[in-house]
């Protein structure tokens, strides 16, 4: 199976050739996997170096004089570093885009903290007016995708090397229902829908799945609370632990209920090890969620 970043790629480059209104910005990551598009849209395929925020000022630029672009490098690169230009050269000026990321939380934990970005969503989530997708799977991000380049609106994709191992059908909003149950409410993120369902195999609780977290679903929300015997919501993400706890709280708010957000922790693993071993050491594989899922709805 593909990456979802290989989706990206493959993807991208048949957006371009379909539609004159979008341009590729890079900031040399991913140049090399964007040869063939670049030599066919000169125009339309920008590297500008490893300098991240002029990539992404180029793309409130582009937006602003009509173009649709598209903003791609690792996810530390691509919010965090340019904050700054993301907040005044696209929500300022009022103008839309799509920022795809890859390295999510710790994709690539030989590169270090440098190119991990845990708190990017969070990020996000203080500026006004950002659709969020994250796909858990090749196939999602590859719809999600194809929506937000054919839309208007400011747009954050971001991709992650773990992914579950089959695709669900996505449309671009809302949260869809895996499993039901009466016990309480498990939102599973992204990437992180299989190991919710390992974790809460045998528990009696329904199971919603988002792969787009703003807007978040508080109807869907309340739906799922409405039918449970307990308004208990436990959140897995796989970025920071509490990103859409205010945003739960908010959809409950007519309605007395429990929140627990599970994502990855402030702490710094400072050990390289493995994608997986990170999973294991912010207590998001399957045993630890089961754990803190169990200890949380038995309260």
């Known amino acids: 199976m593909d990456t979802m970043r290989d989706r990206f790629t493959s993807t991208t480059t048949q957006l ?13 990551i991913g140049r090399e996997s964007f040869a063939e598009a670049a030599r066919r849209h000169p125009n339309r395929v920008i590297n500008v170096g490893i300098r991240e925020q002029l990539q992404v000022g180029v793309g ?35 103008v839309g885009g799509v920022l795809v990321s890859a390295g999510a939380s710790y994709d690539w934990p ?50 992650s090397v773990q992914s ?8 671009g909003a809302g949260f869809s229902t895996v499993r039901e149950g009466r016990r309480g409410v498990v939102i599973a993120v992204g990437p992180m829908l299989d190991n919710a369902l390992a974790a809460t195999e045998g528990l009696d609780t ?57 994502g990855v922790a402030r702490r710094e693993l400072r050990r390289y090890g493995t994608l997986e071993e990170h999973l294991t050491g912010q ?6 969620l089961r754990e803190r899922i169990s200890a949380f709805l038995a309260r």
């Open 16 to 28: 371009l050739d379909e539609d004159p209104r979008l341009a590729l910005v890079l900031a040399e």
């Open 60 to 94: 409130g630029g582009l937006a602003l004089a009509g173009v649709r672009p598209i903003v791609h490098t690792f996810a530390s690169f691509l919010v965090e570093r340019p904050f700054e230009q993301v907040k005044l050269d696209f929500g300022h000026q009022g």
């Open 110 to 159: 030989a590169g270090g903290f440098t190119h991990m970005a845990p708190g990017d969503v969070a990020l996000m989530d203080t500026l006004d007016g950002w659709t969020v997708h994250v796909p858990g799977h090749p196939d999602e991000a590859e719809v999600l995708l194809r929506h937000a380049a054919a839309g208007d609106g400011r747009v954050y994709v971001r991709l």
């Open 164 to 171: 579950n191992r089959r695709a669900r059908a996505v449309a």
């Open 206 to 262: 329904t199971v919603l799945y988002a792969t787009t977290v703003r807007p978040f679903d508080g109807a869907a929300l309340r739906r799922a609370v409405g039918v449970a015997d307990a308004a208990d919501v436990v959140i897995v993400e796989p970025y920071l632990a509490g990103t859409s706890t205010a945003a739960a709280n908010d959809a409950l708010a007519q309605m007395p209920h429990r929140v627990l957000g599970l």
């Open 283 to 288: 207590g998001l594989d399957p045993a630890s």
